[in-house]
């Protein structure tokens, strides 16, 4: 069943302040993301740059360039590897 709640985004991981990171414009579906993702987030400008945690860097296997696919599916901030096409 579809969602049309639901944001799901894909975009490459950014390193901000020494740490990985994601950019998500706020019109581009960034303001509904904050609401799942307060606590590892803030909107800096027109984005909202998302603070990914050390422990899920390491658990995805992530470095600065890798692309991934957000959404939030179940009233979650989700964050997944991108499937390669």
Wanted: glycine share 10%; with cysteine.
């Amino acid at each position: 069943m579809f969602d049309e709640n639901c944001i799901s985004l894909r975009g490459p991981v950014e390193r901000i302040n020494g740490g990985l990171a994601l950019c998500i414009p706020l019109d581009e579906g960034g303001e509904e993301l904050h609401l799942v993702a307060q606590e590892i987030s803030e909107i800096y400008g027109d984005d909202l740059v998302v603070h990914i945690p050390a422990w899920l860097v390491e658990k995805l296997q992530i470095a600065e360039g890798t692309e991934v696919h957000v959404d939030n599916r179940d009233g979650k901030f989700n964050i997944t590897l991108a499937q390669v096409n």
